[in-house]
């Protein structure tokens, strides 16, 4: 079995010692590998969990700016807001990739933590200090929008330092789960912030990121190397390599090696394949999801639902449930691509589930609040299910591709190109939505559907090659599962032969863990259910 890829080396220029280490950390007693990898795993989802509140704030206070906070009257100057944020957030990733692989990252994180909490808090001032100039709150948009691009690079980096193998798409799906438990978050705290001035709706959210930011600087290892886990260096990600070794430290423990801490430069990221491709499917992708994450509650509160209308506050709350949808769709995505080793086919049939869903939400959710909850998350799952596979185990994936020999550090950089393009189109959406919405919702969901079709029809050629080794691979799990049970057949016959364990040895193909695991034999004790497995488990040698 072939281990999985190994973390690369912080400094190559000096053995690894504890004292590199936050200086939180140094103030702990020691922790196991695993430990460690458990708290890199809390503190990066706590991160951009806060990061994702802090985005919530517009889309919850929409409607009391249209109704009574100048110049905000006009659907239209609230999307102007958005995009000047997204804008700036996808223009400054493409930056922040690039310096997130040659710079500190647990200090590059933190960084961006603490100073994009105080340009959210900066546009909330905005109410207390009763402003109601436009360029005010762009140029505070423009300025949060900057200093947040700083966190997605960082964390995906820092838990592909600390994760591969096999598991890493359903690994990364839970931890994906950051971004609806951060806007559910959001939601609720800035609905909740509402009812004292909008303004606290975003002050209070703010100031949480920044304490975030503190946690991250005292407590965040961003490499193995930072805490003593030993230099190897990165090894791509390859069909041999991809195998279940997720719990092991010994290639962390020690060994000897030299890593080239060179980053890699944005051109010979875009040159890895499937960059590209999986980059301009995140753009529609994240258009829609953008969409929704930006414009649903204000979509709710102007909605007939059973009925009645909700106020902004309810309508906020209700919003919550179309990322709880998300975080079924982000872990469920991460298994199956698992399962299936194909990314893109699992991406591409999401997409394609998510415009009928868009449609059925549209036309059907209006019947009652139970319904309308009911397709939301059903929305969710499949909108947010793509967008959540792409921006982590994709990146992930191609950020330690095979292409790159193991000799350059490129997971910040791809991170931030694919997520970066996706951004822009994050950007493009609620800007077309304050317009397209004056003609109706109709409109807005036909061109969400339209996008969702065009991100599928991407992923095209990546769905062609990978639907040959799915079939493949289930003819050979078929085949398996033949051999297996004729295997299990000569079980039930030798067990009953006098000397059990040398009629085993006979069989020496009982080895295969996954049909000798399950057995369990009615007509034999549990000293021969033992024996069988020992015999199945550990054959001879030279068998």
């Not at 009257?73 to 692989?101: K, P, R």
Request: contains cysteine.
């Amino acid at each position: 079995m072939t281990n999985p890829p190994a973390p690369a080396m912080h400094s190559p220029e000096r053995p690894p010692r504890l004292s590199d280490g936050p200086l939180g950390l140094r103030a702990l007693p020691a922790l196991s590998y695993n430990a460690h990898r458990a708290l890199v795993l809390g503190l990066t989802f706590l991160a951009y969990a806060l990061y994702h509140a802090s985005r919530k704030p517009p889309s919850i206070v929409k409607r009391e700016l249209a109704r009574a906070w100048p110049p905000f009257a006009d659907s239209a100057l609230l999307g102007a807001t958005d995009v000047a944020f997204l804008t700036s957030y996808s223009l400054g990733m493409f930056v922040a990739g690039h310096l997130g692989d040659r710079l500190d990252l647990r200090r590059f994180l933190a960084f961006g933590m603490v100073a994009g909490g105080a340009a959210v808090a900066l546009f909330g001032a905005g109410y207390f200090l009763a402003l109601h100039s436009l360029a005010f709150y762009v140029v505070a948009q423009v300025i949060a929008g900057l200093l947040q691009s700083t966190g997605w690079p960082s964390v995906v980096a820092i838990v592909g330092n600390w994760f591969c193998g096999r598991r890493r798409g359903l690994i990364m799906g839970i931890w994906n789960a950051h971004t609806s438990v951060g806007n559910i978050t959001g939601s609720l705290v800035a609905a909740a912030m509402l009812g004292y001035g909008w303004g606290w709706s975003f002050v209070v959210p703010g100031g949480l990121i920044a304490l975030g930011g503190v946690l991250v600087l005292f407590f965040l290892a961003p490499y193995p190397q930072c805490v003593g886990f030993g230099p190897s260096p990165i090894e791509p990600v390859t069909e041999e390599s991809t195998t279940d070794g997720e719990d092991s430290s010994s290639s962390t423990a020690g060994g000897a090696g030299k890593d080239r801490r060179d980053a890699v430069g944005i051109l010979k990221a875009l040159a890895i394949p499937g960059v590209v491709i999986f980059a301009l499917c995140l753009f529609f992708a994240k258009l829609v999801a953008y969409t929704f994450l930006y414009w649903l509650p204000f979509y709710l509160s102007q909605t007939d639902i059973g009925g009645e209308h909700m106020s902004a506050a309810s309508a906020g709350y209700l919003s919550v449930l179309f990322d709880v949808g998300g975080i079924v769709g982000g872990i469920l995505a991460g298994f199956i691509s698992d399962q299936l080793n194909a990314r893109a086919t699992t991406a591409a049939v999401f997409m394609y589930l998510a415009i009928p869903s868009l449609f059925l939400f549209h036309a059907y959710g209006s019947i009652s609040k139970v319904t309308n909850i009911g397709l939301m998350m059903i929305s969710g799952l499949f909108v947010n299910g793509p967008y959540a596979l792409i921006t982590t185990a994709v990146s992930a994936d191609l950020g330690t591709h095979k292409s790159l020999k193991g000799d350059s550090r490129a997971l910040a950089t791809v991170t931030a190109i694919i997520d970066g393009t996706g951004s822009l189109g994050a950007a493009l959406g609620p800007f077309l939505t304050g317009f397209i919405s004056r003609r109706g919702w109709d409109s807005v969901f036909v061109m969400l559907a339209l996008c969702a079709f065009v991100a599928a029809v991407l992923l095209s050629s990546h769905v062609k090659t990978e639907i040959p080794q799915i079939i493949q691979k289930w003819k050979n799990w078929s085949t398996n599962m033949q051999n297996g049970h004729a295997e299990l057949v000569r079980v039930h016959a030798c067990a009953r032969e006098p000397n059990l364990y040398a009629s085993l040895l006979s069989y020496r193909s009982l080895h295969t863990r996954h049909f000798v695991k399950p057995i369990r034999l009615s007509q034999l004790s549990r000293a021969q259910n033992y024996t069988l497995q020992a015999a199945a488990y550990f054959p001879v040698s030279g068998s």
